[in-house]
T-cell receptor
Framework: KAGVTQTPRYLIKTRGQQVTLSCSPI?????VSWYQQTPGQGLQFLFE???????NKGNFPGRFSGRQFSNSRSEMNVSTLELGDSALYLC???????????FGPGTRLTVL | GESVGLHLPTLSVQEGDNSIINCAYS??????FIWYKQESGKGPQFIID?????DKRQGQRVTVLLNKTVKHLSLQIAATQPGDSAVYFC???????????FGTGTRLLVSP
């Protein structure tokens, strides 16, 4: 069974732009969670989607948003990028959110 | 490139030694704990998990111990190998919430 895939793997943007990241969960997994990883803050939870609905949200500004499609694929969007948004964005999938989460390789976003 | 903290606690061991990585968790209501391994440039990889109704669980070469009294979790790796070199994260989850709260991580360096 294929693992979690994320695209693109690397992105370079400038301040003020917006970006969309994509995540395809493991087949059969309906829960997708997003995390931001930075050297200073570590791994922080962004939000979790299940059956196209956001179930949980972390403490991030409204510039960070996401959605999930009927095939469980998920996207996250960051608008009006700031330098501090430079990070590794990780997506994790699980069957229903209460079990083991499996991570993708991440998307490395650099904001210049 | 590496995406984890620059000032992580580091455990240096010789190949063949047993390694013990410790983690203090914060929420006494957490009922699920998980260890991940993250190699440079990759997403976190699931190692082993444990629920709060257990105090020990064993996998292949790894053992997780949970002490709820002092809110402490440890990961023991037997016969450590150079391929075990990575950053190890513990994470906790509260009942009913799907998000994982991650520790800061420990870097394990294994010398041949």
């Amino acid at each position: 069974k294929a693992g979690v895939t994320q695209t693109p793997r690397y992105l370079i943007k400038t301040r003020g732009q917006q970006v969309t990241l994509s995540c395809s969960p493991i087949s059969g997994h309906r829960s997708v969670s997003w995390y931001q990883q930075t050297p200073g803050q570590g791994l922080q939870f962004l939000f979790e989607y299940f059956s196209e609905t956001q179930r949980n949200k972390g403490n991030f500004p409204g510039r960070f948003s996401g959605r999930q499609f009927s095939n469980s694929r998920s996207e996250m969007n960051v608008s009006t990028l700031e330098l501090g948004d430079s990070a590794l964005y990780l997506c994790a999938s699980s069957l229903d959110g209460t079990d083991t989460q499996y991570f993708g390789p991440g998307t490395r976003l650099t904001v210049l | 490139g590496e995406s984890v903290g620059l000032h992580l606690p580091t455990l240096s061991v010789q190949e063949g030694d047993n390694s013990i990585i410790n983690c203090a968790y914060s929420n006494s209501a957490s009922d699920y704990f998980i260890w991940y391994k993250q190699e440079s440039g990759k997403g976190p990889q699931f190692i082993i998990d444990i629920r709060s109704n257990m105090d020990k669980r064993q996998g292949q070469r790894v053992t997780v111990l949970l002490n709820k009294t002092v809110k402490h979790l440890s990961l023991q790796i037997a016969a450590t190998q150079p391929g075990d070199s990575a950053v190890y994260f513990c994470a906790e989850r509260n009942t009913g919430f799907q998000k994982l709260v991650f520790g800061t991580g420990t870097r394990l360096l294994v010398s041949p």
